[in-house]
């Protein structure tokens, strides 16, 4: 057992797992925050930043799991405590720290980590004695939190008109590129695309190459009164996809340009496209921006790039708004699935056993059935 101490709970806990491996058991969590006068002097920039500091545990050879369960549950229970504010310690149980721990690691802020694995060490009761089992069923309850929108739905001789937004290099394209040819060739839908991103060079050129490919008409509409007329255009088509150019959060007027062409378009869906590799942060900051423009459902990207699923937590809890889509890869049209509460729980096992074989069980596979 060992006590560790970093600038932030995410910095204490990369020290823990370097030190005692991914098997390691958090036994304690608390933030240092001085107080008083010394405080103030920490205020005024003349004392160190609060500390936070994690004791954790490795088993290194008991051979008799159940005596060594029953042991930690008899002496630990009460250790693993977090600190909110100055004086608001609560005591946690060795498990539920556990999530806790993993939930910061995975960049999910700790007021919200505490608020999940809280709500979690609820949920799974009985408590099992077994790790992998217990780390199961936390996997499944914590997936179960997250709301989910479903795919997209085609109704034969219905039209529906779908909008993406979000900002640059999050694979807006490549997405709407897959689902249109999910759409046409698994659907036999009749699928039309319209492109509003004349801002980017070979942009347009771009999503007409897949709309050949997949054999379907592109048309090309940049301002709210074009997107009215190609839709006049397309009251024949029963999915219609419309790519939009990225737009960057920090110009708002861009931000309400984007909503009067979606306010053209009489959107019946408009997915708000993020990437898994954006950090908290600035996933929060574009959760905000784009609220303006008024997504309804939200698309994960690149998680095979991702070394974190907090995103698919941190981009709902933000915006109140379900996940629809999750994509893995560039290939079109495999990489993309509708986002499911297994397909959840198995990320989170993959990042919480830190074993690749749990990511290989979704990476990269088709969707199956119907969109």
């Known amino acids: 057992m060992k006590r560790y101490e970093g600038s932030t709970m995410k910095e204490a806990l990369d020290l823990v797992r370097l030190d005692l491996g991914p098997d390691a058991v958090i036994l304690e969590a608390r933030k240092h925050q001085a107080r008083g006068f010394a405080r103030l002097l920490g205020l005024a920039g003349l004392l160190r930043k609060p500390r936070v500091q994690v004791t954790a545990a490795v088993d ?3 051979q008799e799991p159940d005596f060594r369960a029953t042991l930690l549950e008899r002496e630990l229970a009460g250790l693993g405590r977090v600190t909110r504010g100055h004086a608001d310690e609560r005591p946690l149980s060795p498990r539920v720290a556990e999530i806790y721990a993993m939930l910061v690691a995975q ?15 609820l949920l799974v009761r009985p408590e099992p004695r077994n790790d992998a089992e217990f780390r199961r069923k936390a996997s499944l309850e914590l997936a179960s939190l997250v709301p989910l929108a479903g795919p997209t739905r085609v109704v034969p001789g219905r039209r529906k008109v779908v909008g993406f937004v979000g900002p640059t290099g ?3 394209t490549t997405t709407i590129a897959k689902l249109a040819a999910h759409f046409s060739l698994v659907q036999r839908a009749r699928v039309a695309l319209i492109t509003s991103d004349t801002y980017r060079i070979a942009a347009v050129e771009q999503i007409r190459v897949y709309a050949e490919i997949i054999g379907v008409p592109l048309d090309v509409a940049p ?22 150019a990225g737009r960057s959060p920090n110009n708002l007027g861009r931000m309400y340009d984007l909503k009067n062409l979606m306010d053209a378009a009489s959107a019946e869906e408009v997915h708000l496209v993020l990437s898994a590799t954006t950090r908290r942060g600035d996933l929060e900051r574009l959760v905000d921006r784009f609220g303006v423009v008024g997504f309804d459902r939200i698309v994960l990207t690149k998680l095979d790039e991702s070394a974190n699923f907090g995103a698919a937590f941190n981009v709902t809890a ?8 999750f994509t893995t890869g560039q290939n079109v049209p495999e990489d993309i699935e509708a986002a499911t509460c297994d397909r959840l729980a198995e990320m989170v096992m993959g990042r919480w056993s830190g074993d690749s074989r749990h990511r290989s069980a979704w990476i990269n596979q088709p969707m199956e059935g119907e969109v």
């Not at 301002?223 to 999915?239: C, H, I, N, P, Y």
């Not at 933000?318 to 889509?325: A, E, F, M, T, V």
Request: hydrophobic letters at 40%; charged letters at 30%; a negative charge.
């Open 60 to 62: 290194i050879g008991v």
């Open 107 to 121: 960049d999910i802020s700790e007021d919200a980590a505490l608020s999940l694995a809280e709500r979690v060490g």
């Open 170 to 172: 999050v694979g807006k």
């Open 223 to 244: 301002g709210a009164r074009d997107m009215q007329d190609a839709l006049r255009r397309g009251t024949d088509f029963e999915v219609i996809l419309i790519d939009t």
């Open 318 to 325: 933000r915006s109140g708004k379900p996940l629809s889509y």
